[in-house]
């Protein structure tokens, strides 16, 4: 039994490194893909500040407030 090198063993151990270190960078950018897919509908989900009008009592987007349409309304139009 012969337990040296030979050219059949060393180019099958380093196809089968190649192999392995291609398989994880696949899985890690497939990972990757998926978590920066879910930061972004994580995102789109995110609850917004309201404001109550103080003349009508409605609660309006914090950021985009518009006029109720009520005579004292502070916002506007």
Same mark, same amino acid.
């Given at each position: *039994? *012969? +337990?040296?090198?030979s050219l059949t063993k060393v +180019?099958?151990? $380093? #196809? &089968?490194? +190649?192999?392995?270190? $291609? &398989?994880f960078k696949y899985v890690g950018r497939m990972a990757e893909r998926? &978590?920066?897919g879910d930061a972004k509908r994580a995102a789109q989900r995110t #609850?917004?500040? *309201?404001?109550?009008?103080? @003349?009508?009592g409605s609660? +309006?987007? #914090? @950021?985009? #407030?518009?006029?109720?349409g009520r005579d004292k309304c502070p916002y506007p139009g």
């Open positions: *039994m *012969m +337990l040296g090198f +180019l099958f151990t $380093f #196809a &089968a490194i +190649l192999l392995a270190w $291609f &398989a998926k &978590a920066d #609850a917004k500040e *309201m404001t109550p009008c103080p @003349q009508c609660f +309006l987007d #914090a @950021q985009s #407030a518009r006029a109720c």
